[in-house]
């Protein structure tokens, strides 16, 4: 992360300032879903011993599954 100092502001360059500047505040990391989803409708997510799915409606909801 590139951080510019200007007249005493701090500002943040990145392609998603918000969700930087909430990570600096302590709060919980916000991904961008085209970032898990690239250009597919469905992504698989391994947590622990499971295995998710991550699907992308045609209506652009989000739908997890085990």
Known sequence: MQVDQMEGERR???A???AAAQEESGGPRLIDSATLL???QL???RHGS???TLRQTR???LILTK
């Open 12 to 14: 943040v360059k990145s």
């Open 16 to 18: 998603a300032p918000r």
């Open 38 to 40: 690239g250009n597919q």
């Open 43 to 45: 992504v698989r997510i």
């Open 50 to 52: 499971g295995i998710y």
């Open 59 to 61: 209506q652009g909801k």
